[in-house]
C-alpha cells in the first residue's frame, strides 16, 4: 500500500524505502539505549569501586544504574554482598523502582551478612507506615522473607499491624507473612496468636483476603499441632467468597472447605454450593470442588447419594477432552476415586474413557485401568470388543497392557474366558511379537480356569519355537503349563518340550532353573517310575553345579521330603495341591486407611503418586540457617526405605513362624555355599517346615552315584565342613566436624556409649583472635527426646587452643518429634550469638541396654503394626552379636526361610520388631513399630551406616 501511494505521488521509491530503513535503525538503536540488557554484559575490572561511587554519588539515575548492575550480577551468580552497606542505605528513598530494586537485593543478601542486616529493620518499620498501600505490603512482604534469627523478633509489631490494615492488598500480604513467619519460628507465631488474626481474616470482607487466610492456615494446620475450629459459619462464608475469588484462590477456599466433617443436614448444602464449581474452565478447580463433595457425600445418606452421581460424572467426563496432561491428573485421582465408590459411572459411561488414536501411551494406559474399574457384567461385551482392537496396536507398552487387560476380563468374568482365550490364542499363532505377553496371560488365566487345558496348552506347544524363544519372563510361563499340565494323557509332546529345556539346564538364567525344578517334581509326582531319571538329572544338577543359594535350597528341600516316607505322602498338595485364587491387577484393594488419606488428597501430587504425601515430601521442621545447602540432599532421603504401608512385606502373615517354630538360640554364623548339606543326626532344620517333629534324615553325599535307587544315590555318606565366617574388624571412629568457622568456634563431637550412660562429647576449637567463654548448650526437640543433664561450665578457650566437653545425655520418654530426625543443638558463648548444629545419634546409642524381648507376645504384636523395608548391600552373618551390641535383643529364627527376628526399644520408650534375611549378597530388613516415625528414614539410616 505504502509503495502504491508513493508510485501515485511519483517519489522515488527506493529512496523512500532507504529514508524509512534509517528510522527504523535509529528506532531500533534508541530502544536498546533505553533497554537494560546492557547491564548484564561482562563486568570489567575495578568495576566494584565504581558502583560504590555510584551508590553514595547523591545523583538518583546513577544510583538507579548501580543498583541495576549489581542486581544483574547477582542475577549471573556473581557475589556482591560486600556492597551490602552501601544499598541499604539507598533503602530510603522515595523512587518506586528504586526501592523494589533495594529491597530485591536485601532479600537475597541478608544471609549473607546476618550482622549487617540488622540495619534494614529501621527502613521496614518506617515504610510498614508509609502513606502508600504499595510501600507497606513492600516493606512487610520483603522483611517476613529474610529469614535471619535477629530480624525476626522486629517483624511482630508490623506485621500484627498489616493484618488489620485499611487496604485488603496489604492485609492479603500481611496473611502470607504470618505463614512465613511459621515456617521461620513456629513458636514465636503461636506466642504472638498470630493464629487468631488469620481465623479473623478468614472472616474478611475481601474475598482474595479470605482466599490467602486460609491457605496460609490449611498449610499451618498440616504442620503443626494446633487445633482451630472449623464451624459451619466458616464454611457458610467461604462458600459465599467462592464466586469473587480468582481460580486459585478458589481452588485453596474449596481445599480448606473439604477438611470440614459436615453433618449429614450440612453436608447436601456444601455439595449444592459447590456444584457449580465442576462447570469452571480450570480443571484444578474442578478437581478441587471434585474432592470437596466426597469429603460431603460421605455424610449423605445413601438413598440420596444416587442423586448426587448424574451431577458429578458430567464434568469429569467433559475433562477427557482437555490436553493429555490434564487427562492423565484426572484418571490418576479418578482411579482413587473409582477405589472408595465404585458405582458412581454408569455402564454407558464407560464409553468416554475409551482410547483414541491420538492419545500419549501414558494416557492410554491409565484409561485402560479405569476401564478395567468400570468393568461389569452388563458393559463387558463392548469393553472385550474394544480391548481386541487394541491388540493391533504398534506400541509395545500399550500393547502388552492391553493384553494384560484382555486377562483381567476373563479372570473378573467367567462367561468372557473361552473368549479370551480364543483371542490370546489368535494372537499367539499370527503375531510373534507378542509371545511373551500373550503366554504370561494364558498363565494366569489356566491357573483360574484349569479346565480350559485342551482348549490351550497343545497349541501353544505347536506354535513356540524352542530355538528361537530366549525370554526369560515367557520361558517361566511356558514351563509353568508343561509342569501344570505335563504327565496327563495325550501330553507327550509337552514331555518331549519339558526335556528340552532339561538338557539346557546349565544355560538358563536362575528364574527358570526354578521353574524347571518345580516342574520336574510336578512330574514325578503324577508319575514317579517314568520320571525317576528326569527329576533325578534336574536335583543333581542343582545341588552340585549350582551357586544359586536359592535354587540349591529348593532342591536340597524336595530331595529330603522325598527321602521321608511322612513327609512324602504331603508333597502333592504342597506342589500340586490346589492354589489361591488369582485376582486381576485391578481388585487389589488398599488398606482403608490409606485409601480415605488418598481421598482427602485428591488434586495433588499423592493422588497422583497414589502414596501418603509423608512418604515423598521432605520432612517439615524448623528452619536453620544451614537449611538452604541442605534443600538438595534432602530430597534423595526417602529412595532408602519403602514409606509406611505402601508396599506390603513379600512375606504373607501366615508364613510367621509361630513362637513354637522359632528355635531359641544364638544364631550362628552362615558357612560359605557348599554343594551339599552336612550329614548329621537327629532334626534337620527344614523339619520345622511341617511342625511333626524332628526325624533322621541321611545327607546326601558329593560323591557320584553308586547306586542304581533313586534316593539312595543322593543320601550317600560324606560331609562337609564349612569355612567359619570372617571375624569382624572393628575401627575406632573419628570425631565428625558439626560445625565450621561460626565467628572462629569450630566443633567436632559425636554421641558415644558409657556404661548405661550416652554422652555427647565434643571438642570445640577457637580459630579466632578472642577468648571465648560463657558457654551454654540446648538440645532442640527430637525424635528421642533427648536432652542434656549437665551443664557447659568453666570452658574458657584461649585463641588458636581448644578444649574438650562431656555431656550427659537423657531421653524423655514417651516423647515423639518425627519431624525432626537429627539431634539438633544450639550453642553460644560470651557474644551471645547462637549457632545450630546437627549430630546424629548411632544405632549403638539409640536403644536401651536393659530391655528384655518379650518372646510370648511376639508374634502377636508383629502382625498388627506397620512395617517398613530395607536392605544393606552385603551379607551380614553375625548380625545377632552386632546388634546385641546396640540394645536389640534376639527373639528367635525360623530356619525354613532363614528368617530371624529381633526387638529393641529406643531410649524414649518406643518398641521396634526387626526381621533380617540373608539374600544373595545383601541383607533384607522388614521392621515393624507402633509408631510409623521410628522405621522410616531415621531407622533406615541409623542401620546403614551401622553396617556401612
Not at 228 to 243: E, F, G, K, S, Y
Not at 290 to 312: E, L, Q, Y
Not at 365 to 385: C, G, Y
Not at 548 to 554: Q, S
Amino acid at each position: 500500500a505504502t509503495v502504491s501511494v508513493l508510485y501515485w505521488y511519483r517519489v522515488p521509491v527506493m529512496e523512500v524505502t532507504a529514508r524509512i530503513a534509517g528510522k527504523l535503525h535509529q528506532e531500533i538503536q534508541k530502544r536498546t539505549k533505553k533497554s537494560d540488557a546492557k547491564f548484564f554484559s561482562t563486568t570489567k575490572r575495578g568495576e566494584a569501586h565504581e558502583l560504590k561511587e555510584d551508590l553514595n554519588s547523591g545523583d538518583k539515575e546513577r544510583e538507579k544504574n548501580a543498583v541495576k548492575k549489581i542486581i544483574a550480577s547477582m542475577t549471573l551468580g556473581r557475589d556482591v554482598s560486600n556492597l551490602f552497606t552501601d544499598v541499604v542505605k539507598l533503602s530510603r528513598t522515595r523512587n518506586m523502582e528504586l526501592k523494589k530494586l533495594v529491597y530485591l537485593y536485601i532479600m537475597s543478601n541478608a544471609k549473607l551478612q546476618r550482622d549487617k542486616a540488622i540495619l534494614t529493620v529501621n527502613t521496614f518499620v518506617h515504610d510498614s507506615q508509609h502513606d502508600n498501600a504499595t510501600i507497606r505490603a513492600l516493606a512487610i512482604r520483603t522483611m517476613l522473607c529474610i529469614r535471619v534469627g535477629n530480624i525476626t523478633d522486629h517483624c511482630c509489631a508490623p506485621l500484627r499491624s498489616a493484618l488489620s490494615d485499611k487496604d485488603p492488598y496489604v492485609r492479603k500480604t500481611a496473611v502470607l507473612g504470618v505463614l512465613k513467619l511459621f515456617h521461620t519460628n513456629p513458636k514465636l507465631c503461636e506466642e504472638q496468636q498470630f493464629i487468631a488474626g488469620l481465623q479473623k481474616a478468614a472472616a474478611d470482607k475481601v474475598a482474595s483476603v479470605v482466599a490467602n487466610a486460609v491457605l496460609a492456615l490449611g498449610e499451618i494446620l498440616d504442620n503443626s499441632n494446633i487445633s482451630v475450629p472449623i464451624t459451619m459459619t466458616l464454611i457458610t462464608r467461604l462458600l459465599n467468597a467462592l464466586p469473587e475469588c480468582t481460580e486459585w484462590g478458589q481452588v485453596s477456599l474449596l481445599d480448606f472447605i473439604a477438611r470440614y466433617r459436615a453433618k449429614p443436614e450440612d453436608a447436601e448444602f456444601i455439595i449444592n454450593r459447590t456444584v457449580p464449581r465442576l462447570q469452571h474452565s480450570n480443571p484444578s478447580v474442578v478437581l478441587s470442588a471434585i474432592r470437596c463433595i466426597f469429603k460431603s457425600i460421605s455424610s449423605v445418606p445413601d438413598d440420596k447419594k444416587r442423586a448426587f452421581c448424574p451431577r458429578i460424572t458430567p464434568p469429569m467426563i467433559s475433562l477427557m477432552s482437555r490436553e493429555p496432561e490434564i487427562q492423565y491428573i484426572l484418571l490418576r485421582n479418578l482411579e482413587v476415586i473409582l477405589r472408595g465408590y465404585p458405582n458412581i459411572f454408569t455402564a454407558k459411561e464407560i464409553k468416554a474413557f475409551f482410547c483414541k488414536f491420538t492419545d500419549p501411551s501414558y494416557v492410554k494406559i491409565e484409561k485402560l485401568k479405569v476401564i478395567l474399574r468400570l468393568l461389569s457384567e452388563k458393559n463387558a461385551d463392548v469393553v472385550l470388543k474394544e480391548l481386541e482392537e487394541y491388540c493391533g496396536e504398534i506400541d509395545p507398552a500399550f500393547l502388552s497392557a492391553a493384553i494384560s487387560a484382555l486377562g483381567a476380563v476373563a479372570i473378573r468374568l467367567d462367561r468372557m474366558a473361552k473368549r479370551v482365550m480364543s483371542i490370546l490364542t489368535n494372537m499367539l499363532v499370527n503375531n510373534l511379537a507378542v509371545q511373551v505377553d500373550v503366554l504370561s496371560t494364558l498363565k494366569n488365566i489356566l491357573r483360574k480356569y484349569p479346565q480350559l487345558f485342551e482348549d490351550c496348552v497343545p497349541l501353544v506347544i505347536e506354535t513356540v519355537d524352542l530355538e528361537s524363544f530366549d525370554n526369560e519372563h515367557g520361558k517361566c510361563s511356558y514351563i509353568w503349563m508343561l509342569g501344570e499340565f505335563g504327565g496327563r494323557p495325550n501330553t507327550e509332546e509337552a514331555r518331549a518340550c519339558f526335556e528340552y529345556y532339561i538338557d539346557n539346564f546349565s544355560e538358563q538364567p536362575s528364574s527358570v532353573k526354578l521353574i524347571i525344578l518345580t516342574a520336574s517334581v510336578k512330574y514325578f509326582l503324577r508319575s514317579s517310575k517314568e520320571n525317576e531319571c528326569l527329576l533325578n538329572s534336574v536335583l543333581t544338577q542343582c545341588t552340585e553345579n549350582e551357586d544359586d543359594p536359592d535354587l540349591r535350597d529348593r532342591a536340597y528341600m524336595y530331595w529330603r521330603m522325598l527321602s521321608n516316607d511322612k513327609h512324602a505322602g504331603k508333597m502333592s498338595n504342597l506342589v500340586i495341591g490346589s492354589k489361591p485364587p488369582i485376582r486381576d491387577g485391578s481388585e487389589n484393594e488398599m488398606d482403608l486407611s490409606r485409601l480415605n488419606e488418598l481421598l482427602n488428597s485428591l488434586n495433588t501430587v499423592a493422588a497422583v503418586y497414589q502414596k501418603p504425601a509423608a512418604s515423598f515430601l521432605p520432612k517439615y521442621g524448623l528452619y536453620t540457617e544451614d537449611a538452604d545447602a541442605d534443600d538438595d540432599d534432602d530430597d534423595d532421603e526417602y529412595d532408602s526405605a519403602s514409606p509406611v504401608g505402601s508396599n506390603p512385606s513379600p512375606i504373607a502373615e501366615s508364613q510367621i513362624p509361630e513362637p513354637e517354630e522359632m528355635v531359641e538360640q544364638e544364631v550362628t554364623p552362615v558357612p560359605e555355599p557348599i554343594p551339599e548339606p552336612p550329614a548329621k543326626s537327629g532334626a534337620s532344620e527344614l523339619d520345622f517346615l511341617f511342625g511333626d517333629g524332628p526325624t533322621t534324615v541321611p545327607a546326601p553325599a558329593p560323591a557320584a552315584p553308586t547306586s542304581s535307587g533313586f534316593l539312595d544315590d543322593i543320601f550317600g555318606g560324606g560331609s562337609s565342613t564349612p569355612a567359619p565366617a570372617p571375624a569382624p574388624t572393628n575401627t575406632a571412629p573419628t570425631m565428625p566436624l558439626l560445625l565450621t568457622n561460626a565467628d572462629g568456634l569450630n566443633i567436632n563431637g559425636m554421641y558415644k556409649r558409657v556404661g548405661s550412660s550416652i554422652i555427647l562429647s565434643l571438642i570445640l576449637s577457637n580459630s579466632s583472635q578472642r577468648v571465648m567463654s560463657n558457654f551454654a548448650v540446648q538440645f532442640n526437640t527430637n525424635i528421642l527426646g533427648l536432652k542434656n543433664e549437665n551443664l557447659m561450665q568453666g570452658i574458657v578457650i584461649n585463641p588458636g587452643a581448644s578444649a574438650a566437653c562431656d555431656l550427659t545425655v537423657v531421653s524423655v520418654p514417651g516423647h515423639v518429634i518425627p519431624q525432626h530426625f537429627p539431634s539438633q543443638i544450639a550453642i553460644k558463648n560470651d557474644a551471645n550469638v547462637p549457632y545450630y548444629f546437627a549430630c546424629e545419634v548411632p544405632l549403638s546409642c539409640a536403644f536401651r541396654q536393659d530391655s528384655v524381648p518379650d518372646q510370648g507376645n511376639f508374634i502377636n504384636t508383629w502382625k498388627t503394626l506397620q512395617e517398613v523395608q530395607f536392605f544393606v548391600n552385603k551379607p551380614l552373618h553375625n548380625i545377632t552379636e552386632n546388634l546385641k551390641g546396640c540394645g536389640i535383643n534376639f527373639v528367635g529364627r525360623h530356619d525354613a526361610d532363614g528368617a530371624t527376628y529381633f526387638e529393641g526399644i529406643t531410649l524414649n520408650g518406643v518398641k521396634i520388631l526387626f526381621e533380617t534375611r540373608v539374600v544373595d549378597t545383601r541383607t533384607n530388613f522388614c521392621v515393624r513399630s507402633e509408631n510409623p516415625a521410628y522405621i522410616g528414614q531415621w531407622l533406615t539410616e541409623r542401620v546403614q551406616q551401622f553396617f556401612a
